[in-house]
């Protein structure tokens, strides 16, 4: 029924840019609010972003500055816009959603978020 599809993972090199993008189908889009995981070997996964459904948005001190998550409500798909990237970027990267209204204080939660993507790989090179 729900789908969220990843698609943009591969290989950059250190200080590089690339691109995530994640495309929802079976829901009504801007009912949800929005947000990127990312889980590298043997860590526990971690949010990265957060968008509500009018386009507010909230990073991780790790990512702030360099990442931008958007949201195009026509097309129904999701964005991760990375810049700059660093070794420590290297991860599966998820998209997930919620039908509520805001990011809140909740959002780093795994738990919160209802529907997942099947993940889409960065590999970040020296």
């Known amino acids: 029924q729900v789908q969220l599809v990843e698609s943009g993972g591969g290989l950059v090199q250190a200080g590089g840019s690339l691109r995530l993008s994640c495309t929802a189908s079976?829901?009504?889009?801007?009912?949800?609010?929005m947000g990127w995981f990312r889980q590298a070997p043997g860590k526990e996964r971690e949010g990265v972003s957060c968008?509500?459904?009018?386009?507010?948005?909230v990073y991780a001190d790790s990512v702030k500055g360099r990442f931008t998550i958007s949201r195009d409500n026509t097309k129904n798909t999701l964005y991760l816009q990375m810049n700059s990237l660093k070794v420590e970027d290297t991860a599966m990267y998820f998209c997930?959603?919620?039908?509520?209204?805001?990011?809140?204080?909740?959002?780093?939660?795994?738990?919160?978020?209802?529907?997942w993507g099947q993940g889409t790989q960065l590999t970040v090179s020296s």
């Open positions: 997930a959603a919620v039908r509520r209204p805001d990011c809140s204080v909740f959002w780093r939660n795994v738990g919160t978020f209802a529907y």
């Open positions: 079976g829901l009504t889009f801007d009912d949800y609010t």
């Open positions: 968008v509500n459904r009018s386009g507010g948005s």
